[in-house]
C-alpha cells in the first residue's frame, strides 16, 4: 500500500471525503487530496505535517511507510500488554468471587422463603 491508499484509508477511517477531510486540516482546496488519493501526485511535506498536526493520534511510521498500525495509540510493548492481561485476569477472578457470593445468597433466601 502506498503512501497515497494510506491517505485515503485515514479518509475513510473517519468518514470523511477529499472535500471534508481537505478542509479538516487546513487546506484550502480539495483538489491537492484528491490528486493525492487517486495517484496522480505524491503528498508533499506540508499536506503529511497538516495530516499529524491534526490528527495526532495517526502513527506517522504507518502513515508514511506502512509500518505499525494506523492509530499510535495501539502499539503497545509486551510488556504493556502482560500487564493488561494480569489486570483482566484479575478482573475476572473478582467478578468470579462476586457471581459465586451472589448465588450464595440468593439460594440462602430461597431456602429461608420455602
Not at 14 to 33: D, E, R, V, Y
Not at 56 to 83: A, C, P, R, Y
Amino acid at each position: 500500500m502506498t503512501v497515497n491508499q494510506r491517505i485515503g484509508e485515514l479518509i475513510k477511517h473517519l468518514g470523511l471525503n477529499a472535500n471534508s477531510f481537505s478542509k479538516a486540516i487546513g487546506l484550502s482546496s480539495n483538489s491537492t487530496i484528491s490528486r493525492i488519493i487517486k495517484g496522480d501526485t505524491m503528498p508533499s511535506y506540508e499536506t503529511l505535517s497538516l495530516i499529524c498536526k491534526k490528527y495526532e493520534w495517526v502513527n506517522i511510521s504507518w502513515l508514511m511507510f506502512g509500518q505499525g498500525e494506523m492509530n499510535k495509540d495501539s502499539i503497545i510493548t509486551q510488556d504493556e500488554h502482560d500487564k493488561e492481561i494480569e489486570q483482566l485476569n484479575k478482573r475476572i477472578e473478582f467478578l468470579t468471587e462476586l457471581v459465586e457470593t451472589l448465588n450464595m445468597a440468593v439460594r440462602e433466601k430461597f431456602e429461608k422463603d420455602k
